[in-house]
């Protein structure tokens, strides 16, 4: 029998028991006849997509990978393709998956009766043993509740009584704190989930039929595991164990050699066109530069490359097993690969007859890399795309984004002479220690690069030249951690500063600054947002992250319900000595390193990257320095 | 040298359209190394032509793709090579070569049979033959629709249907339609059963083309 809270309704009750005992076949049925012929892109909910997996006939533990967005923003994750291969290939495990269905599908499903399922076998989700959330962003939690409400499982970990349901498990980059959304999740991964996801579901086999809790506690000490119902936390950020033994503070897990990194021979191939729709291969994790703003700078240390013999067999692997046409390589900074060039002559030289065509994402801005693109172009015309980041050579001294007025210009003048005219950059407002001088420097900046533009005699023709400029959020575990975010007031203004004063030959778009004051509340807020976040989901908000479904009403509403107020924990401060709510997480890069560069931020001053100097961040705990061969 | 493949296309793979289903087809022949000809100049694309469009949810039972292929390849190679790297609903039923005097895909694709099954509550004989005699004693059936420039216009379907017929079968009303299939006069079986299911307002629907048939128009 299983346990209601009591704001279960007696006819929910029944609904509930309708779903659970609805069979695979009714559900596909009620779909194809009923439901399908009536949805927008119904290839979102059938699965049977080349590269899926059929369930194994003797499973004996089903876990279903759960992406809180659309279909098509799921299927771009690399993450998954290589966790659902990862876990597929073990023995006994079926892994499948689920997306959140758009509006017009989860109404019918709900009219219909039919549960949230797996898209491989249209078994319920709440008949797995594991339902896994990939946390890719802060404002997709609220489709978590979404899809649980979809699949009838109970919110909050502790409304979930031993193995009744499934356990509920996140990961992603979110998890570093995790903290805002802990109540809701069984198990929390910090870190890789390569190795320590097949890890849990070993042990899980020894612990089926006995209790929940019996299960949680043989995993607590495992790396990158945090079980958030073990700890109270207080109002200073003090934790208390509540269960003997469970770590106070918690390692992120990550693997030491890239080449040891778990690699899919195959991938899957969506039947209609997603974000990104291309073989990905990761060529590296981790990167040298230190931007401080940017938390994958940090906790996806130390930089770790793959050898270029064994990405030369994953490329011809993927490409082959999926006959896709495009290849991404895929890092946080493309050309700090040190086998970069001859990755690219690779596939060029290789896959010409297939007319595979190749993209490369985060790109620095400098004549390498515009050569890169030169290269790859093959008589497309690839958009250019640079972030500089910051307006003023002040403002980048400060974020440390080590690149000079110099290299933009030179990059700009040569990729208006090698004929590229569709250009876009990227810049944030509200960075620490932001004068309106900065803000009007990106005006300038962009002055400076039309007038290049009009100054050649031979310019192509049809400039295209735009900006975007996100809002600055500050991220735990970075040198910003510390710092109060400007108020939604203050970008208001400079977004109206920047229109005026920038050229009219640039087009402008730049970020809901509600949206992104909401985003840097949860990104450093603590457990009091639990509360928030499923009032906020009660009231209506979901998908909030796509422009028009995001309500700052409702959520202003949540908040306050809780006492709280989102514009106040955006500008909340954290003296260097400080416990922060997201404290007890060890990414490896030590408080210390922070507080250094949060102070050599405040100096102007630049710090190295990591192939010229160690700037001993810790994450090399040995003392020993970071080896970059491959 | 260019070569007719036959597919049925059933299940999942109803959903896909056809755009989609393009590139479905260009992947699986990577996948299956079989070398596709490109055309020449900055933007190669591969020589694939299909059969007229088949609308979403409808399944088929006889689509087909003419594609040229680098070189001259077995028909029998082919065949083995793209059925097994075909997703699981699409699936290949013959391959023939083709020489210059094969009739194009156009010239021979005139008629397709269609079988539309309706369900739903009180699915009567009377029900049944009262769609039958609305379509074949109509003169005219005249349905508004939005042509590509977006105005509405008037469009008769009558002349588009060569054959009707409904029965009840297990409590379903089975209709067999043979609908034009003629580029330009394209009947898609999902506008005739809509018009259909005014009368039946409760019934939902599947469709299946079952095969195509070589004939004039009269």
Redesign the interface.
Request: charge should be positive; hydrophobic fraction near 35%; proline fraction near 7%.
């Given at each position: 029998m299983r346990i209601f809270s009591f704001k279960t309704k007696f006819s929910d009750i029944i609904k509930l028991m309708n779903r659970i005992n609805i069979t695979p076949t009714q559900i596909k049925d009620t779909l194809y006849t009923q439901i399908l012929p009536e949805v927008f892109k119904p290839a979102r909910y059938t699965g049977g997509e080349i590269g899926s997996k059929i369930p194994k006939e003797d499973t004996e533990v089903r876990f279903a990978f759960t992406f809180p967005d659309t279909y098509e923003v799921g299927m771009s994750h690399m993450g998954l393709k290589i966790m659902y291969c990862l876990l597929n290939e073990m023995q006994g495990v079926t892994c499948e998956r689920a997306f959140a269905p758009w509006e017009d599908m989860a109404k019918l499903m709900r009219q219909y009766n039919i549960p949230l399922y797996g898209l491989e076998s249209f078994t319920p989700l709440i008949n797995f043993d594991f339902v896994g959330f990939s946390i890719q962003y802060e404002m997709c939690i609220t489709n978590v509740l979404y899809m649980l409400d979809l699949a009838g499982i109970p919110f909050r970990s502790s409304e979930r009584n031993d193995f009744d349901y499934p356990l509920i498990i996140a990961g992603g980059p979110c998890t570093v704190n995790p903290e805002p959304f802990c109540d809701i999740f069984d198990i929390i991964i910090i870190g890789e989930g390569e190795v320590v996801t097949p890890k849990l579901i070993e042990i899980y086999k020894e612990y089926k039929g006995r209790t929940k809790e019996e299960y949680l506690k043989a995993i607590m000490n495992i790396e990158g595991v945090y079980i958030p119902s073990f700890y109270s936390v207080d109002e200073n950020n003090s934790r208390t164990a509540l269960v003997e033994g469970a770590p106070l503070e918690i390692k992120r897990t990550y693997i030491p050699d890239m080449n040891e990194v778990y690699y899919p021979e195959d991938t899957l191939v969506p039947f209609i066109e997603t974000v990104h729709d291309r073989v990905m291969i990761e060529i590296m994790r981790g990167c040298p530069r230190g931007c401080r703003f940017c938390q994958a700078g940090f906790i996806y240390r130390p930089v770790r490359q793959k050898r270029l013999d064994l990405l030369k067999k994953q490329i011809d692997d993927q490409l082959t097993s999926s006959g896709y046409e495009e290849i991404s390589l895929s890092s946080l900074s493309t050309t700090d690969y040190m086998a970069c060039t001859d990755a690219i002559s690779y596939i060029m030289e290789e896959y010409d007859n297939d007319k595979v065509s190749i993209s490369l994402p985060s790109l620095r801005i400098d004549s390498f890399s515009l050569g890169l693109v030169d290269s790859i172009q093959k008589g497309r015309t690839i958009p250019l795309t640079f972030a500089p980041e910051a307006g003023s050579q002040r403002m980048r001294d400060i974020i440390n984004k080590n690149v000079t007025e110099e290299d933009i210009l030179s990059t700009m003048r040569q990729a208006f002479e090698n004929g590229f005219t569709k250009i876009k950059l990227y810049f944030m407002m509200g960075l620490p220690y932001e004068t309106d001088e900065d803000v009007l420097a990106i005006a300038e900046l962009m002055q400076k690069i039309v007038d290049i533009y009009f100054e050649l005699k031979l310019r192509p023709k049809d400039l295209s030249l735009s900006i975007s400029v996100a809002c600055f959020v500050p991220k735990p575990h970075t040198p910003f951690e510390f710092f109060a975010q400007d108020s939604k007031e203050e970008f208001d203004r400079k977004q109206r500063l920047l229109i005026e004063n920038v050229n009219r030959k640039v087009r402008l778009t730049y970020h809901d600054s509600s949206l992104s004051v909401l985003e840097a509340a949860f990104a450093k807020g603590g457990r009091n947002l639990n509360d928030v976040i499923i009032t906020a989901y009660e009231k209506g908000c979901y998908f909030d992250s796509w422009g028009d479904y995001y309500k700052e009403d409702m959520w202003k509403e949540a908040f306050s319900a809780h006492g709280l107020d989102f514009a106040v924990l955006a500008k909340r401060e954290y003296d260097y000595e400080e416990v922060t709510p997201w404290d007890f997480v060890d990414i490896g890069v030590s408080k210390k390193f922070l507080v250094r560069e949060a102070k050599k931020a405040e100096q102007q001053k630049t710090t190295k990257n990591c192939y010229e100097a160690c700037s001993d961040c810790g994450i090399n705990k040995d003392g020993g320095k970071c080896n970059f061969e491959i | 040298m260019k070569y007719r493949l036959c597919y049925e296309k059933k299940?999942?793979?109803i959903?896909?359209s056809q755009l989609?289903l393009q590139?479905?087809f260009?992947?699986?022949?990577?996948?299956?190394?079989v070398?596709l000809e490109?055309t020449q100049g900055?933007?190669?694309h591969p020589k694939m032509t299909y059969s007229p469009p088949l609308a979403?949810?409808v399944a088929s039972k006889e689509e087909y793709l003419d594609v040229a292929l680098e070189g001259e390849q077995d028909e029998k190679e082919i065949f083995a090579k793209i059925s097994a790297?075909l997703?699981?609903?699409l699936i290949l039923r013959s391959v023939e070569a083709l020489d210059e005097n094969s009739p194009s895909l156009p010239s021979f694709l005139i008629w397709a049979d269609y079988e539309i099954v309706l369900?739903g509550e009180a699915l009567s004989e009377d029900v049944a033959k009262e769609i039958e005699g609305y379509v074949l004693n109509s003169s005219e059936i005249l349905i508004q629709k939005k042509n590509k420039k977006k105005q509405i216009v008037t469009k008769d379907l009558r002349p588009l249907i060569e054959s009707f017929a409904a029965k009840v079968v297990d409590g379903e009303i089975v209709i067999n339609a043979s609908l034009s299939l003629l580029n330009d006069t394209l009947l898609s079986p999902v506008l005739l059963t809509n018009t259909i299911k005014e009368r039946v307002p409760s019934a939902?629907h599947?469709i299946t083309k079952s095969i195509v048939k070589v004939g004039t128009h009269k």
């Open positions: - | 299940d999942s793979l959903f896909i989609d590139g479905v260009q992947r699986a022949f990577r996948r299956a190394k070398q490109y900055f933007h190669p979403l949810y790297v997703p699981r609903d369900r939902n599947l």
